[in-house]
T-cell receptor, first 113, second 114 residues
Framework: EDKVVQSPLSLVVHEGDTVTLNCSYE??????LLWYKQEKKAPTFLFML????IEKKSGRLSSILDKKELFSILNITATQTGDSAVYLC?????????????FGQGTRLTINP | DSGVTQTPKHLITATGQRVTLRCSPR?????VYWYQQSLDQGLQFLIQ???????AKGNILERFSAQQFPDLHSELNLSSLELGDSALYFC?????????????FGEGSRLTVL
């Protein structure tokens, strides 16, 4: 069965710490993995990863994909209280010629000042 | 602002009732996706429409239905509502039928069934 699993489910750290969020997947015909940040309402896009070993970076956030070991990590350095959110990873699944985006449960990150 | 508009933002209704949630995708986007997010289930894919036609179906109950109109806006109809249908319902849009890039999410419609 196709699945996307994130860990940890919840994480509390202090401002300035570095955090690593994990996303593992078991899907057929893997093509890409996406990371989203969800603060209060709508998830907002962070990264899309398609190639193994190539880091995507945006400011203090970075992500990398390991297609051999079937996982991705999202790193956040020098965390700030504004980084508090639920971080979601998602993988497109192709079923009967149509794609759907399947999300993991999310990691709830809390940054304390 | 993602450019995806959902109405209503909040809705409170009783069990057994029927509600309609509306979504206007970003200008130029042909695909509309509906997701349900409840506390214990995360984001669950319900259904996708592309240019007016149903494209992909997820865990959508038979009591739920959706459609996409010629102007590309979409409606999600929820009937015979149960307490367990209380959730945040998101609409997302993209240009293409397949997922080749990000989906743009609306702010969601929070449904409370009493």
């Amino acid at each position: 069965e196709d699945k996307v699993v994130q860990s940890p489910l919840s994480l509390v750290v202090h401002e300035g710490d570095t955090v690593t969020l994990n996303c593992s997947y078991e899907v057929t015909n893997f093509r890409s993995l996406l990371w989203y940040k969800q603060e209060k309402k709508a998830p907002t896009f962070l990264f899309m990863l398609t190639s193994s070993g190539i880091e995507k970076k945006s400011g203090r956030l970075s992500s990398i994909l390991d297609k051999k070991e079937l996982f991705s990590i999202l790193n956040i350095t020098a965390t700030q209280t504004g980084d508090s959110a639920v971080y979601l990873c998602a993988v497109p699944l192709t079923i009967q010629g149509a794609q759907k985006l399947v999300f993991g449960q999310g990691t709830r990150l809390t940054i304390n000042p | 602002d993602s450019g995806v508009t959902q109405t209503p933002k909040h809705l409170i209704t009783a069990t057994g009732q029927r509600v309609t949630l509306r979504c206007s995708p970003r200008s130029g986007d042909l695909s509309v996706y509906w997701y349900q997010q409840s506390l214990d289930q995360g984001l669950q894919f319900l259904i996708q429409y592309y240019n007016g036609e149903e494209r992909a179906k997820g865990n959508i109950l038979e009591r739920f239905s959706a459609q996409q109109f010629p102007d590309l806006h979409s409606e999600l109809n929820l009937s015979s509502l149960e307490l367990g249908d209380s959730a945040l319902y998101f609409c997302a849009s993209s240009v293409q039928a397949g997922i080749t890039g990000e989906l743009f999410f609306g702010e969601g419609s929070r449904l409370t069934v009493l």
